[in-house]
């Protein structure tokens, strides 16, 4: 079954997300050792926050998303902008990439879907190239659990927005076609609000 919502195409969303400045929780920061610059793609890059961290940090980024809003954002200060979806195959070449980046973005997607996008961000990267980034913990489960409908095993519907919550199992099971280098759950603040979630350091 293919789940589509617009959620994040919406006006609506980015109405209030889109000057929103994210203070505490660059944590990647604390794992720079693994970012060695090259080629890199910002999966997912909302408003390119860390777009621009990782401009900083030497990569020559292609920041892609769905939104057309949040793009136009981006472009002010990358001109390397796709529009992609990352429900469907991504169109990038094979092996063309030393980094893929997915900060709070593949949180979104059917079992389906989930599966194909990380078969897809392999077929991108370069041998040896890395996939770092963030999902949602299962442990946000009891701030949203009066909100949402299960729609499959840990996938839910919240409002109009669909949304998976991985335990450590669930991680390890969509990242096995990755060597995992690190996969520790952590808790911050996001945009006024307690977090939890994983990130990852996965090398092809
Ligand atoms: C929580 S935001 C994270 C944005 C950015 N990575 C950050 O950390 O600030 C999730 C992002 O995923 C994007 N997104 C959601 N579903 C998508 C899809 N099917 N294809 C591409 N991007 C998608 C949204 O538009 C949004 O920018």
Redesign the pocket.
């Known amino acids: 079954m293919k789940y589509k919502s617009d959620y ?1 195409i919406s006006d609506e969303y980015w109405k209030n997300n889109l000057d929103k400045i ?1 203070e505490e929780d660059f944590w990647i920061e604390s794992y720079k050792q693994y970012f060695n610059g090259g080629k890199c793609l ?1 999966l ?4 390119g ?2 777009t621009k961290k990782l401009i900083e940090w030497d990569y020559d980024v292609t920041s ?4 057309d809003i ?1 793009l136009s954002k981006v472009k002010t200060f990358n001109h390397n902008i796709k529009k ?4 469907d195959d991504l169109p990038f070449d094979d092996n063309e990439f030393d980094l893929v980046f997915a ?3 593949i949180h ?1 997607f059917s079992d389906r879907d989930t599966k194909n996008l990380m078969k897809e961000v392999k077929r991108i990267l370069k041998p040896k190239g890395m996939f770092i980034g963030s999902v949602n913990s299962i442990r946000e489960y009891n701030y949203l659990k009066n909100k949402m409908i299960e729609v499959e095993y840990h996938y839910w519907l919240n409002g109009n927005k669909y949304v998976r919550l991985f335990d450590e199992e669930d991680l390890k099971e969509y990242l096995s076609i990755f060597k995992i280098i690190k996969l520790e759950e952590l808790e911050t603040i996001r945009f006024k609000h307690k977090k939890n979630y994983f990130i990852f350091i996965c090398q092809k």
Not at 44 to 47: A, Q, R, S
Not at 64 to 67: G, H, L, T
Not at 84 to 87: H, Q, Y
Request: charged share 20%; hydrophobic share 40%; net charge negative.
């Open positions: 994040f994210i910002d997912g890059c909302g408003i926050q860390y892609a998303d769905i939104s949040a992609i979806d990352m429900r900060n709070l973005s979104y």
